[in-house]
């Protein structure tokens, strides 16, 4: 049989990183969608102000799918964590 190990606290580390990041950068996201959404039509009026309104809605769109994995992906360490102390207490 295998050796299994898990350092349940670097790992426990790398997941509250994961979830922290995800919300730092939808922060970001959110940020740069206000800033656009009031460039285009006020400080920028051209036809090209509107493409690069609907090239940076589509970004944004692929990006939270993004974030929505990265939380997922956090999520997902903590059920391992919890998985792991739990199997850890039968022996």
Same mark, same amino acid.
């Given at each position: @049989?295998? *050796?299994?190990? @898990?350092?349940?606290? &670097?790992?426990?580390?790398?997941? +509250?990183?994961? #979830? &922290?990041?995800? /919300?730092? @950068?939808?922060?970001? &996201?959110?940020? #740069? $969608?206000? #800033?656009?959404?009031? @460039?285009?039509?006020?400080?920028?009026?051209?036809?090209? &102000?509107?493409?690069?309104?609907?090239?940076?809605?589509?970004? #944004?769109?692929?990006? /939270?799918? *993004? *974030?929505?994995?990265?939380?997922? $992906?956090? +999520?997902?360490?903590?059920?391992?964590?919890?998985?792991? +102390?739990?199997?850890?207490?039968?022996?």
């Amino acid at each position: @049989m295998p *050796l299994l190990k @898990m350092d349940v606290e &670097a790992v426990s580390t790398v997941q +509250q990183q994961l #979830l &922290a990041a995800r /919300r730092t @950068m939808d922060g970001h &996201a959110s940020t #740069l $969608n206000s #800033l656009v959404q009031g @460039m285009v039509g006020s400080t920028w009026v051209a036809p090209g &102000a509107e493409k690069f309104r609907e090239e940076f809605s589509a970004w #944004l769109t692929s990006t /939270r799918a *993004l *974030l929505e994995a990265l939380e997922q $992906n956090g +999520q997902r360490l903590g059920q391992e964590i919890t998985k792991w +102390q739990d199997e850890a207490q039968t022996y």
